[in-house]
């Protein structure tokens, strides 16, 4: 079974949001909400504020990260994570698509963003005067992005925004030169937080292909198996690295329940952990929780897990 230990969802006290994001190498960010509420169920004491704080102060930065997929990541680790996982594969071509062509489109988007601070979509058309519009944008950004020119900065009345890297960490961000050096401390990392754990899960996890996931591991070491506490039963949120950081579920979501979980077109429920199994799903209206269990769940730790996800939901007072 996987390790809840490993991934911190044991709650270890005194971790701070940088010291999470750093222990688990990545975390998965695409849905602020959800991201949020991973912080939550790895820490007893984290408010939102706390993570605010960390992502304004650049301490934690929210980027294009494993698989290209929206992460956040620790802003001592961007070199060699950015190293990995940059990639332009499908960026020119969606752009193509979008009808964004020209041989100026770098220098274009990145002076759209520098000096700006923190832009929205809809700031960063104005700018573009026409050259980009929806996904337009978007892919642009990832085009800066992959150039270690951008970064996303914190939502503006709920919207993402981009922002200049230099602007929003002092310089472009550059990757690793060294690319052993960057996949040992790539699969170290992972190896750390995803136990147990093969190459086939690291190439899954980060998008490397098979054989360089492989000589990642070759290059880093073994860490010491995580000591379990239980029992621990956790709300965890949808996308979270519990259920993201492997090959496969089949080791903690029984396939009956498989469907309940991911229901199709994209949608991934939150889930109830039992001791690092799927035991149930649960949901929010606000900062009210509702639970469905797929068998009976041990009352009072759940009861507690309810009241904690109801605490972080809350409103925070002015």
Known sequence: MRSVEAQLLHRPPGLSAGEIVRRLAAMQAQDIPSALLAFRA???TLTRADIDT???AREIVRIWGPRGTLHFTHADDLPWIHALTRRDTNILRRLAEEGVTGDDLLPLIAGALEGQGPLTKADLEQRLAGRARGQGVVHLVALAAYHGLAVLGPPRAGKPTYVHAADWLGAPVVPEPDRDRA??????RYRRAHHPATPEDLAAWSGLPLGEARAA???SAAPPPPAEEGPVVRLAPAFDEYLMGWRS????????HAREVFPGGGVLRPVVL???LVKGVWG?????????????????PLADETADVRRFLAPREP
């Open 284 to 300: 929010r209206k606000g900062a009210q929780v509702s639970v469905r269990p797929f068998e009976e769940l041990p009352e009072g």
């Open 217 to 219: 591991w070759r290059l």
């Open 42 to 44: 790895r820490s007893a």
């Open 183 to 188: 996949l040992k401390e790539l699969a170290t």
């Open 274 to 276: 039992v001791d690092g």
């Open 54 to 56: 960390a992502w304004h």
């Open 249 to 256: 579920r089949d080791p903690i979501l029984a396939a009956e």
